[in-house]
């Protein structure tokens, strides 16, 4: 069995437990899950006794000093454009504590100010924290929730002041930043129309990367997975990511990013990746650039799922079955990039941060960088937020915030230092606020003079007087004697040459497909036919996992109706092999595919239990909710684990960090499941741009699991219907051709708990991935008809796209009937009580991809038949009708007659007496 080892050496940290489970917020954590370790206790530091007497003896300079560690930053030097005045803040007045600027008197400072004098001057300590706490990098820290992180900072900010960057690292941060200079001014000559979203004026950030990617490199991280909006993108690819420059000017000119034979229609130049292996001395890390849509932050949750993704593959932390003194986080880093106005604005960053400190979903402390260009697309920093800064939202889970101005690039690099060991000390998000500006407008053909003229002013001004900010460093190293104009003409020359020698390759150049590597080495882009794949189990091994998927420790206090009717019902059905029910049919596909050695990971709201408490995945111990997942004890070492991740109450951040998931490792099953089915609508975004379109835009796969709860039981408007239509529509299926495997996504509608046991299988054993989305069940979850038996999971066995209808006689049909899902049940009660042995009942399993030739198949069998029709308990204008009926009518020649509800504009009725008579129609009909 997994467990989380060491755990009576954590309890003793603790210090605390009352009956052996945790007082602190540790989620049921006593001997530990697959996917959750309880963090390290943090050491603490003792203030020494004489410290203590001091800050009493001068109670009023501890005052004054902690005013400026908390309010510093308020009238920080952080500004490069001077647009904002810098205001006096009161609570920094010395006279307000009892000291006059005028005195002279000598203060110890033992245990009030870090690693300085012993004793000084009001003036000179007011000189030092000025210094410290309202130049160019200020640290916003008060907010942070322990004494022992506050402490930290002021540590880090009083120790370290006045310390400089070693002369080779000036030298090779100037190179960096005349580099990216030059880069933007050859993109901007040769290409004088494209839209490059260049880094003009945030240049600094360069150096922030070097600086993130080198130090994670020393403190022996593996990876590093980055998401990042379009500004500076470019940069960033050819200057360090080694993105060959020809792809580059290939894009630019139209040409695409793909080599012939691959299947994708590709993307905008401004959201192409990377991925690539930095070398730093004596240390190397792989880099990730996650793919980003237009959509600005969506891919936030993207890249922290990924990053958790790479954490699994790698077996950190959470996923250790070791004892040892790693920590979350030591192996994988998510680097996330922002802008200001999208940062500030958008729900899913707030989601996102939600995420941070979460069982089965933080990442060990993302990094954060917001390229604070103090502008949105032409809407200024007063009008597109209420807070003072657009980092406050990170604020909500006690982030620390370093602002920093971006005409510093030291500064910049001492931001970076100090994110990155504010992590690796206490392994949480950080984020670092570089407030810049854009030389151009949103992108190079805008011009921002319309709506922001003063500013533009200014920043036209800079440009004019050659004061950009590469130019001015590199000009201050040359003051300093540390270079010289020959050295600096040199690097924009030779970045010049081969920049040019890039260029002229490009027609030459032929595009490589990097998808299908490393972990994915032996998938394959799915065919344009429709496969069939053997998905049946040894039904002896399906017993023996079915009994296993609700065994108990003896000690182990499970619920009584749990008891009875879970554990020793499915004992029972194991023992008989039929009756099955759909809770039964996932547990025996789970449990079987981690028999296999894939990891299964399900993620929601509540999924553990089940929306209708029909799962129980978790078993809690009545007694000291101790979490117990039978699944992952199945055998002793075990290949395969279960992760159950009860999620937060958000949709799009939780999908797309399964998204991120799916498309770290074909190993990994990947499910996402909606409390209900329309609540999937919270995450459009990540379903558009991710989901539903991830493949045809970068080549990459995705095996993720949607499930929807769908059904018209008279639940209303909101809890009834998972826009079936809606899904089809984001599908590429053809009307006038026949589909294959290679389309984008699956829709699947199943009416047993067999062919769904088939579904979850059938996503592992295939050699291609894709996303499945399964209409779900609601009131088939219970339903005595809608069972299976072993036999239909054994060898041999797989998913049908389409069911025939096995109690009619062809001879006397006249009558066909198409459906999908449960409505079906109703249709073939109703049939049985009128006795019409004249209407068959086809089920169309299998959406997208459309089925045709298995159609095809059931029409033949009814040569009798003069009327076809399609029945759906959803409205009109919803459902699968629109989808199905122009390839009845193009691909198989049958002209299909409607049969449901009329048309609406919400998925269903919100008064009872409406929808019974609804309900009892849309029946009746179909027979009428």
């Known amino acids: 069995m ?89 609570s920094l007045n010395p006279e307000l504590y009892g000291f006059s600027s005028q005195e002279s008197t000598s203060l110890d400072l033992q245990g009030i100010l870090h690693d300085w004098k012993e004793s000084a001057t009001i003036t000179d300590v007011l000189k030092r924290l000025e210094d410290i706490y309202c130049g160019p990098l200020a640290v916003e820290f008060h907010q942070l929730a322990t004494e022992e992180e506050k402490d930290w900072f002021s540590r880090q900010l009083e120790q370290h002041h006045g310390k400089t960057l070693p002369v080779d690292r000036k030298k090779e941060l100037a190179k960096i930043l005349l580099e990216s200079q030059v880069f933007d001014n050859f993109m901007a000559t040769k290409f004088t129309t494209v839209k490059r979203y260049g880094g003009e004026g945030a240049e600094a950030m360069m150096g922030f990367f070097d600086q993130v990617f080198r130090q994670a490199a020393e403190d022996d991280i593996q990876d590093i997975v980055l998401g990042m909006p379009h500004r500076g993108r470019l940069n960033l690819l050819a200057g360090m990511l080694n993105i060959p420059p020809e792809l580059l000017f290939r894009k630019m000119r139209g040409m695409p990013e793909f080599p012939d034979g691959v299947q994708g229609s590709g993307d905008v130049l401004s959201h192409l990746t990377a991925s690539t292996d930095l070398q730093y001395e004596d240390n190397s890390i792989h880099v990730t650039m996650i793919p980003n849509p237009s959509h600005l932050e969506a891919c936030n949750p993207v890249a922290a799922g990924k990053t958790r993704a790479a954490q699994l593959h790698l077996k950190e932390w959470d996923y250790s079955e070791e004892e040892d003194d790693s920590q979350r986080g030591d192996k994988v880093l998510c680097l996330q990039i922002h802008g200001d106005a999208a940062f500030t604005s958008q729900g899913v960053v707030a989601e996102t941060l939600g995420l941070a400190d979460l069982p089965h ?11 604070n260009n103090q502008l949105g697309f032409t809407t200024d920093a007063k009008r597109g937020r209420s807070s003072r800064y657009s980092s406050d939202i990170a604020k909500m889970i006690d982030c620390a915030v370093i602002h920093v101005n971006g005409d510093y690039p030291e500064e910049v690099i001492k931001a970076a230092r100090l994110a990155m060991a504010y992590r690796q000390t206490f392994r949480k998000d950080v984020v670092v606020d570089m407030l810049c500006f854009r030389r151009w407008g949103h992108n190079e053909l805008d011009d921002p003079s319309f709506t922001q003229p003063n500013m533009y002013k200014i920043i036209r001004g800079r440009y004019d007087t050659g004061k950009s900010v590469p130019d001015v460093y590199a000009d201050q190293l040359v003051s300093d004697g540390l270079l010289t104009k020959e050295e600096i003409g040199k690097i924009n020359a030779d970045c010049m040459t081969k920049l040019g020698e890039h260029f002229q390759k490009l027609e030459s150049f032929p595009p490589q497909a990097r998808h299908l590597q490393k972990q994915w080495t032996g998938l394959v882009q799915a065919s344009p036919q429709i496969t069939t794949w053997d998905t049946g189990v040894d039904t002896n091994l399906l017993k023996y996992v079915g009994a296993k998927s609700v065994e108990v420790p003896s000690d182990l206090a499970v ?36 028999y296999q050695g894939f990891n299964v990971r399900i993620s929601g709201q509540d999924v553990g239990r089940g929306t209708f408490s029909h799962r129980h995945f978790m078993l809690i111990d009545q007694n000291d909710d101790r979490m117990h997942i039978p699944l992952n004890d199945i055998v002793e070492n075990q290949p395969g684990y279960l992760e159950v991740a009860n999620s937060s109450l958000s949709e799009e951040a939780v999908l797309g960090f399964e998204y991120g998931m799916s498309i770290e490792s074909p190993k990994n099953l990947i499910i996402w499941e909606a409390q209900f089915g329309d609540f999937f ?7 558009d741009t991710f989901v539903a379109s991830g493949e045809t835009k970068w080549l990459l796969q995705s095996g993720l699991t949607i499930f929807l709860p769908h059904g018209m039981d008279g639940a209303g408007p909101e809890h009834s219907s998972c826009r079936i239509e809606r899904w089809l529509q984001l599908c590429d299926s053809k009307e006038d051709a026949v589909d294959g495997d290679n389309i984008n996504m699956q829709v699947v509608n199943p009416t047993t708990p067999a062919q769904y046991f088939h579904l979850l299988r059938r996503q592992m054993v295939r050699n291609f991935r894709k996303p499945l989305v399964v209409v779900g069940p609601k009131i088939l979850l219970r339903l005595p008809a809608a069972t299976s038996s072993l036999e239909d999971m054994g060898p041999g066995t797989f998913f049908k796209p389409v069911i025939e209808d096995q109690s009619a006689d062809p001879a006397r049909v ?23 042995a004249d209407v068959a009942i086809i089920r169309i399993e299998e959406l997208c991809p459309f089925p045709m030739e298995a159609i095809m198949e059931e029409i033949k069998k009814y040569s009798k038949a003069t009327e076809f029709i399609w029945s759906q308990e959803e409205h009109r204008n919803m459902g699968a009708w629109s989808f199905v009926h122009p390839r009845f009518e193009n691909l198989l020649a049958c002209k299909l007659k409607y049969v449901g509800r009329g048309v609406l504009a919400t998925p269903a009725v919100g008064v009872g007496e409406v929808h019974q008579a609804e309900a009892k129609q849309v029946i009746t009909d179909a027979f009428a």
């Open 814 to 836: 006249t009558r066909v009937v198409f459906c999908s899902g449960k409505h079906y049940y109703g249709l073939a009660k109703e049939r049985d009580a009128r006795g019409a």
């Open 559 to 594: 619920h009584p109706h749990l008891q009875k009717t879970l554990v020793d019902v499915r004992k029972k059905k194991m023992e008989a092999g039929t009756g099955l029910d759909w809770a039964t049919a996932e547990a025996l596909a789970v449990g079987s595919l981690l």
């Open 2 to 90: 997994f467990r989380c080892l060491g755990i009576q050496k954590i309890i003793q940290t603790h210090g605390k437990r009352c009956n052996g489970a945790f007082l602190s917020r540790e989620y049921h954590a006593k001997h530990g899950v697959f996917g959750y370790r309880p963090k390290k206790a943090p050491k603490e530091e003792k203030v020494s006794n004489e410290a203590i007497q001091n800050r009493i003896h001068n109670a009023n300079l501890l005052r004054l000093v902690s005013a400026y560690r908390d309010h510093g930053h308020k009238r920080a030097r952080i500004d490069p454009l001077g647009l904002n005045t810098i205001e006096e803040i009161e």
């Open 361 to 371: 979903y933080h990442v060990g402390g993302s990094v954060h960088f917001i390229a």
């Open 681 to 687: 609508n919270g995450a459009q975004v990540i379903i």
